[in-house]
């Protein structure tokens, strides 16, 4: 018995031996993330979208700053919810990320049966940009904020707003505004920004919170009125709209912003390697300039702080969606 446990521990000593190698050897050969493999932003809605803008942009630039190739692979469909759960099921290696919004935290709250948790599935690596929204309304329509709320209050129901859908960021930041300014207005949802926004040129839909990147244009040329911004301070790509705040309507501010997220239990070396390139990009005159021309702004902040933030915004989503019965027809 004693010569058989002898070899049986030799033997065992050298397959431990003979693991270890094979384990060094391809970790040699796979070498530091992220190597030369590309690096996939899913993006869950269309291109051409704030959140697709976003992500291009900063691709261009993560590339060369990680050494490797970065792609953009629009997933659209579902509020964002499909490409979502896209990389909430992919490995978590720092190979494949999702761009998302603000909508990330909404959509808990007025889908049912997601195949993913928002909080638990995802590692927040950090916001990229804040993105305003402009309350829009036909020229001449109202003459401002304080206007348009009196007229509201003294003929409940008798006013609707647009969106560009259920839970989208256009329809939060106008519950907010609504609830806010207690007003009683009929909301109509529309399948995008562009649909939303001709219909209140027309004066068929008496205001909304558009996109700045997408209102900006048709306001400058006067075929749309800019009555105030949605966030908490002035944009600086329209800077005599005032913030519906400064406009009298207190507790109206509503932050868009899109983000960088992994799969959850991602590397904390490479979830931190992320979120120091992408600040630096975020930070760099020439993003700025860029974003700015947008109406954005960067918003960037270390990958802890971010998911303090996921948890706390998640929350207040709930919030309004159950104040204003959101949900999804």
């Not at 806010?180 to 562009?194: I, K, L, M, S, W």
């Not at 004066?203 to 700045?212: E, I, K, Q, S, Y």
Request: glycine content about 10%.
């Amino acid at each position: 018995m004693k010569k058989t446990f002898n070899w049986s521990r030799r033997q065992t000593l050298a397959a431990a031996a003979a693991l270890a190698a094979c384990a060094l050897t391809g970790a040699h050969a796979q070498g530091p993330w992220p190597g030369t493999q590309a690096v996939r932003l899913v993006v869950p809605f269309t291109a051409g979208s704030g959140t697709d803008i976003v992500a291009r942009l900063v691709a261009e630039k993560l590339g060369p700053a990680l050494g490797t190739s970065v792609i953009v692979d629009n997933k659209p469909g579902a509020g964002g919810t499909l490409g979502a759960a896209i990389v909430a099921k992919a490995p978590a290696d720092g190979y494949t990320l999702l761009v998302h919004s603000a909508g990330h935290l909404v959509n808990p709250w007025i889908y049912k049966g997601l195949s993913y948790d928002t909080i638990k599935d995802f590692t927040g690596i950090t916001p990229m940009a804040s993105l305003p929204n402009v309350l829009v309304t036909a020229p001449s329509h109202f003459a401002d904020v304080k206007d348009l709320v009196a007229k509201a209050k003294a003929k409940p129901g008798g006013f609707n707003y647009g969106s560009a859908g259920n839970g989208s960021a256009t329809h939060m930041n106008a519950e907010v505004f609504r609830l806010a300014a207690g007003v009683d207005a009929q909301h109509v949802p529309f399948r995008g920004t562009p649909e939303a926004m001709t219909e209140v040129m027309a004066g068929r839909v008496d205001w909304f919170f558009a996109p700045m990147v997408s209102a900006l244009p048709l306001i400058q040329t006067g075929r749309l009125q800019a009555l105030a911004v949605g966030t908490g301070k002035r944009s600086s790509a329209l800077p005599s709209a005032p913030t519906t705040v400064e406009a009298g309507v207190p507790g109206s501010e509503y932050l868009f912003w899109v983000g960088l997220f992994a799969p959850a239990k991602t590397p904390q070396p490479v979830v931190d390697r992320l979120q120091a390139e992408v600040a630096k990009i975020m930070a760099s005159p020439e993003l700025k300039e860029r974003l700015e021309k947008l109406g954005a702004e960067p918003f960037t902040m270390p990958s802890a702080q971010f998911n303090k933030f996921i948890v706390d915004e998640t929350a207040k989503a709930q919030q309004v969606v159950k104040a204003a019965s959101i949900k999804v027809d």
